[in-house]
């Protein structure tokens, strides 16, 4: 090993004892339980029912609830409990305001308090004492250390730990215990949170979903195809904007561009009054019914020039990358603009509800100059936004397009294959890519167009385009997107979009095998966990398939789509016992909880036992740590052993 990094590696280590207490350490670690890896997918700016499946662990900490307390406790006094361990702050302020006399008020204080040492010490049973001191309070370790490690034997100290207790509550501190220990067991029962992809879009509240992950205490994300809209549109392209803004308006949620981002709508809104109209497909979404407010007309008439101005800008890109495969979507071309036709894939369809006054039938593709400056000033918006620029590096420190973790392989969408279950292949300029290296290439792209930012058209940026809609994309999979018959045809066999053969075939072990061995991950052992295409449940689709080689989580957090699901998304847990899938029901709200105590329902289903418990060793966080001890061994024999 290379003498300068040992000598490094010494100023850290500098005695003796020090190697050997960490390698000592190490060990230990490694034969400990694997912590708890919980995935969660397509979370589309749900924060709210986001925040629920976070802070109850997927069901876990009721679970540890129940296994320490069901002989004490009555099932209202756990759902009480577990509502003060979910939302402890807001679960204090009702539980306070039923009391009338302070006394009463602490002896509650002290059970809680006394109930929450127990429970953290159970969740905590299978980590070292170091994990579990990062994870307390700060300003309390000291104590709780105290009340956890009791060893009460001979009943010397009873007096000092009730004093401990007295104190914490006389000198008001009691809320800001439970608090901080309520945070300490959530952190305690989930080790590692892994989100499967498409966090914005649809929903209200991405940004607060992004400032959660930030501060969580273990994380990484998959890139779904939303994510990656935004991705690009930072870092420079033009249509990845244009989409981002559209589908704002389509759901009702330009104040998260406007009022969360601080981009300035203005130029934009003054094109949209020049030229439209009401237009009934492009109203907000869920108001469609309703008579619209001044507001909602003006959000109709921006979605309207947005949506143009994407189309417009999709033309160059289709035709300078003839390898993405799209000509079919110059669309704008094929429109007959005095007839209000179009014919696509040799059929020819009448056109509604069109809004075609800045198109020159000529150059349909074309932006008008006041259409070029609004799109150039949002792009210098965007690319200037400070909270965007947070959230963006985030995801791409945190993110990749896949991820090998733990044997299984995470992946938002597909990988592209033929309907024989071979890799597809793509060329990109004058090379061909198929399988793993083709979604390598793709990231490197993507990472290039993030750290170009200046560069607005070059193959990097236009590729980030090419991940959102592309038929090879693995974020997307599917032939065509068909907006543009969605907003303008009637006839809804046009707005079908063909799924890459993967979505089918995945249901086959032996498809699944192939791709995990491409990955060279075991297919004995590892799990596809794709996120992206919501489970019909409903129509009893089921998320665990190939017999449980693949495993779909995407039931859909969001509300537009839980009515063709039938729940409301699920998620997935993989501790040392195995792996298990819970289904969510349709979460009502965090006032609901904290009232009536009751949880989310959530049905459990068994993917995977493990026979022997799996420890630490085996996982990806055990090979670091082996990789660890050899390079203490070997700072032990240059250093200490002669
Ligand atoms: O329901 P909407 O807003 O019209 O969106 C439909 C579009 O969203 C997509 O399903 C992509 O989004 P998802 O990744 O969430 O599936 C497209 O395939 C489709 O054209
Ligand atoms: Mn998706």
């Known amino acids: 090993m290379n003498t300068k990094f040992l000598d490094l590696l010494a100023q850290k280590f500098d005695c ?28 589309h700016g749900e924060y709210q029912a986001f925040q629920h499946v976070l802070r109850n662990g997927s069901g876990k900490v009721k679970e540890k609830i129940r296994d320490i307390f069901k002989t004490e406790l009555s099932e209202t006094e756990i759902n009480d409990f577990a509502a003060l361990v979910y939302y402890p702050e807001d679960k204090l302020k009702l539980i306070k305001s039923n009391f009338d006399n302070k006394e009463e008020l602490n002896i509650w204080y002290k059970e809680k308090m006394e109930q929450m040492i127990q429970l953290i010490s159970y969740a905590s049973s299978k980590y070292t004492r170091s994990k579990l001191r990062k994870a307390l309070p700060t300003q309390f370790v000291y104590v709780v250390e105290e009340l956890l490690y009791k060893t009460d034997e001979y009943t010397n100290k009873k007096p000092y730990y009730q004093k401990i207790t007295q104190e914490i509550i006389s000198l008001g501190q009691a809320d800001k215990l439970i608090t901080g220990l309520a945070y300490t067991t959530q952190q305690l029962v989930v080790d590692h949170l892994h989100v499967v992809g498409d966090i914005y879009d649809r929903g209200p509240e991405p940004d607060k979903i992004m400032d959660t992950l930030i501060n969580y205490h273990s994380v990484d994300i998959q890139w779904g195809n939303h994510d990656v809209l935004w991705i690009g549109a930072f870092a420079g392209s033009k249509v990845c904007l244009a989409n981002i803004i559209r589908i704002c308006a389509r759901y009702d949620n330009l104040d998260i561009i406007e009022d969360v981002y601080g981009i300035n709508l203005r130029p934009l809104l003054n094109l949209a009054e020049k030229y439209y109209e009401d237009n009934p497909a492009f109203r907000p979404k869920i108001h469609s019914s309703k008579p619209l407010t001044e507001e909602q007309s003006q959000i109709t008439k921006i979605h309207q020039a947005i949506a ?16 993405f495969n799209m000509s079919e979507r110059l669309l704008l071309e094929k429109v007959d603009y005095e007839k209000n036709e179009i014919t696509i894939y040799g059929n020819t369809y009448p056109l509604e509800n069109t809004c075609f006054a800045t198109i020159n039938p000529d150059q349909p593709d ?29 995801l791409m420190k945190k993110g990749s397009l896949y991820l090998k973790y733990n044997g299984n392989l995470l992946i938002h969408g597909c990988m592209p294959i033929d309907n024989q279950g071979n890799m597809e292949q793509m060329q990109i300029e004058d090379q061909t890519y198929a399988g793993r290296n083709l ?6 792209y993507l990472r290039y167009a993030f750290s170009h930012r200046e560069k607005t058209d070059d193959l990097a940026t236009d590729m980030a385009w090419y991940l959102w809609t592309g038929e090879y994309s693995s974020l997307f999979g599917k032939r065509a997107m068909t907006t543009f018959e969605r907003y303008f045809i009637n006839d809804k066999t046009t707005h079908k979009e ?17 791709i995990l061995e491409e990955f060279d991950l075991d297919p004995d052992q590892g799990h596809i966990i794709n996120g992206h295409t919501p489970v019909k449940e409903i129509d009893g689709e089921n998320p665990i398939k190939a017999d449980a080689k693949m495993i779909v989580i995407d039931g859909g957090f969001s509300k537009a789509y839980q009515s063709t699901t039938g729940i409301a998304g699920y998620t997935l847990l993989y501790n040392s016992y195995g792996m298990q899938l819970v289904a969510h029901q ?3 709200s965090k006032e609901d909880v904290l009232l009536n105590g009751t949880d ?24 670091e740590l082996l990789e660890e001890i050899d390079m203490l061994k070997s700072l032990m024999e240059y250093r200490y052993m002669n």
């Open 16 to 43: 003796e004892e020090k190697v050997v207490t960490e390698i000592i350490n190490l060990e230990a670690i490694l034969n400990l339980p694997k912590g708890t890896e919980h995935f969660v997918s397509d979370l």
């Open 600 to 623: 989310v329902l959530s049905v459990k289903r068994v993917v995977d036992k493990e026979l022997e418990r799996k420890k630490v060793l085996e996982t990806n966080v055990g090979k």
């Open 439 to 444: 979604l390598d290439v793709f990231e490197q």
């Open 308 to 323: 143009i101005i994407q189309f417009k800008l999709e033309s160059p890109i289709i035709k300078r990358r003839p390898y």
């Open 366 to 394: 074309q932006l008008l100059k006041e259409e070029e400056q609004v799109i150039n000033k949002l792009l210098f918006s965007v690319q200037n936004s400070e909270k965007l620029a947070r959230h963006m590096k985030f």
């Open 498 to 514: 063909k799924k890459n053969p993967y979505y089918y075939l995945r249901e086959n072990e032996e498809t699944c095998r192939k």
């Open 586 to 588: 349709q979460f009502k």
